[in-house]
């Protein structure tokens, strides 16, 4: 999500997009060959029940998550985030995680970043954790100059939306701004508490951990409070469950689309029956070469490339991620045509989901 990311605007069959990794190959790259094993991220795979997960039994899977997805959704979180702990921990083991997500708007005027933000509240064996994200409308990764301009603008506004979202956990969080970068400390140093991507203008989040398994269950529903009465996007996840522990938590509140996510191992030319698998909903993810731009734009300022094949109901496409542009803003899209055959445009992935 810190990434520059273009996709090809039109939809690709398989073979269209293989011969994109012939054609980097022609460039001096080393794409992977279709019978090379990869790992394919599946995401928004939506199911009838958990057990539609067997239908990836042809191959090996990592991080199996399903999802509990409510859109508009009404209601009161401490409810509903209080029904689910209530399951989880007559479920909980070593390798069982739950987390439940929604939004919150930030009080403050805000220019640089999105106004809605997103939190988790969640659950894993012997402790508790909140997680609150921020958004912009742009990403500037750590290296780019463009932006400048606004630093000062999007620190005091990054520091700001934190500082609204500690002051409504009542967390003892201090905030700074320290060598460009948005700075939180907190007052307890035994508490795991992790700051994610503050050198960066995308993305930006903290976790603050606890033992004490109820404590976020109010101060996340306050949290949540500052969205309403706008309806809201509600998830759930779980990870590492029996089925009948995924069967008592689809008790919760029927209704909830079923989605999941995970990572598939398979050899490249297997990627259209995994894509037969998932559709019509789901996405697959896999990356078909990795290269320094300066291979085939010496003169330019060196940048991490990631070329990739995406799928959705039955079409591929052509992502390029890079971790920052190594040409002017305006030349990024024609280069990248040039490179993959294809018109392509700017598409950010989302940063909540």
């Not at 912009?136 to 990054?158: F, K, N, S, Y």
């Not at 140093?189 to 993305?203: I, N």
């Not at 990248?336 to 992935?349: D, F, S």
Request: with cysteine; hydrophobic share 40%.
């Amino acid at each position: 999500m810190r990434e520059r990311r273009w996709e090809t605007t039109a939809p690709l069959d398989f073979t269209q997009a293989l011969a994109v990794g012939e054609r980097l190959a022609a460039l001096g790259l080393k794409p992977v060959s279709p019978a090379h094993d990869v790992i394919c991220y599946v995401e928004e795979w939506t199911v009838a029940s958990p057990d539609d997960v067997t239908r990836l039994d042809p191959w090996t899977t990592e991080d199996v998550t399903l999802i509990h997805i409510r859109e508009r959704w009404r209601g009161d979180f401490f409810l509903l985030s209080g029904a689910y702990h209530t399951v989880y921990q007559r479920h909980q083991n070593i390798g069982t995680y739950c987390s439940i997500s929604h939004p919150w708007r930030i009080r403050e005027h805000l220019r640089l970043h999105d106004q809605r933000g997103m939190f988790w509240i969640g659950f894993r064996h012997a402790h508790s954790f909140i997680r609150v994200r921020l958004q912009t409308h742009a990403v500037i990764t750590p290296g780019e100059t463009r932006g400048d301009v606004d630093r000062m603008r999007w620190l005091d506004e990054r520091r700001a939306a934190f500082l609204d979202a500690i002051t409504i956990l009542e967390l003892p969080i201090e905030t700074s701004v320290e060598k460009a970068a948005v700075v939180l400390r907190t007052s307890d140093a035994s508490v795991p508490f992790f700051c994610s991507w503050p050198d960066a203008f995308g993305p930006c989040q903290f976790e603050y951990n606890t033992s004490d398994a109820f404590e976020f269950l109010v101060p996340a529903s306050k949290l949540a409070e500052t969205f309403h009465p706008e309806p809201a996007g509600v998830r759930a996840y779980f990870t590492g469950f029996s089925k009948a522990a995924l069967t008592e938590f689809q008790a919760i509140e029927p209704g909830a689309r079923l989605a999941y996510r995970c990572s598939v191992h398979c050899p490249m030319d297997d990627l259209p029956e995994v894509l037969s698998v998932i559709r019509p909903d789901g996405v697959l993810y896999a990356t078909l070469c990795e290269f320094q731009t300066q291979a085939v734009l010496p003169e330019c300022d060196d940048a991490s490339a990631i070329i990739g094949i995406v799928g959705t109901n039955g079409h591929f496409r052509i992502e390029a991620r890079l971790n920052q542009a190594p040409l002017p803003e305006d030349a990024m899209g024609t280069w990248l045509e040039r490179l993959i055959g294809h018109p392509v445009a700017y598409a950010p992935l989302p940063a909540f989901v």
